[in-house]
């Protein structure tokens, strides 16, 4: 199984069916930031989003088990600064290279209770993850169709 959840993160990562990351999240902090009507969400939040539960989920399989650390937790969705635009891109990419490592190691790389338990944490990243690819990807195209 494990390396089947590698197979996983390599499609994503690699941009098969979807965005890949690093083509998708390469956007200004200005344009990450920018609103599009009538989207509820920028680009940057949405970002910002995923990188905070995708942080606390490689946590727990490194043996975290509090969101200690984590601000504000209970209010995922914030409107970050356009400064931290470059380290959300990189956190976010970095994070999905972490757990396809997780993902690929034998036997498996984690603190979980067993293997099952990581293998549920590592297919939330990778389904939410792909899933906010697949908004942001969606964001910049109503950008675009609104400049035109």
Not at 19 to 27: A, G, I, T, Y
Not at 60 to 67: E, P, Q, V, W, Y
């Amino acid at each position: 199984m494990p390396s089947d959840l590698a197979t996983v993160f390599d499609h994503i990562l690699g941009g098969f069916d979807i965005p890949d990351p690093e083509s998708c999240l390469k956007v200004s902090a200005a344009a990450a930031s920018a609103s599009v009507e009538p989207l509820p969400t920028t680009v940057a939040e949405n970002l910002a989003h995923a990188v905070m539960w995708q942080t606390f989920w490689l946590g727990a399989l490194r043996g975290g088990r509090s969101k200690s650390g984590m601000t504000e937790w209970k209010k995922d969705w914030r409107k970050p600064e356009p400064h931290e635009w470059p380290e959300l891109r990189v956190r976010f990419i970095e994070g999905l290279r972490e757990a396809r490592r997780i993902a690929a190691s034998d036997p498996m790389d984690h603190q979980m209770g067993s293997d099952a338990e990581a293998v549920g944490i590592l297919t939330r990243i990778a389904v939410h993850g792909a899933y906010h690819l697949g908004q942001i990807n969606q964001i910049k195209r109503a950008a675009r169709r609104a400049k035109a």
